[in-house]
């Protein structure tokens, strides 16, 4: 049996780190708030998607390729006069466009 200082992760054992170094337990909780902040964030957009959803008269509508395009182009743009990587924000972006799209086709209802 290992000690309390390592943690098993798909049969290999690490050593817990975090336990030991306190800036990054300080440096998670502030993750976890953002998070927490995110969440509600994602709760708010799924509202205005459901509205959307709402205003479409068909399920082909729910696909705007130009409309992602625009998007993903402000994205970038907008990451870089921030200094922010835009394959970061590319990925969450087109993953999040995504997910909403599944979203769409799950609950429209006409």
Excluded: C, G
């Amino acid at each position: 049996m290992k000690s309390n200082i390592y943690f098993k992760y798909q049969n290999l054992y690490y050593l817990n780190v975090a336990m030991i170094n306190k800036n990054i337990i300080n440096i998670r909780k502030k993750l976890d708030k953002l998070d927490d902040a995110l969440l509600r964030l994602i709760k708010k957009r799924v509202k205005l998607v459901d509205k959307v959803i709402i205003n479409k008269k068909y399920k082909k509508d729910i696909i705007d390729k130009k409309r992602i395009s625009i998007i993903l182009k402000n994205i970038k743009k907008k990451s870089k006069s921030r200094k922010i990587d835009p394959r970061i924000t590319n990925k969450i972006w087109f993953s999040m466009i995504r997910a909403f799209i599944d979203y769409e086709f799950r609950n429209f209802k006409k």
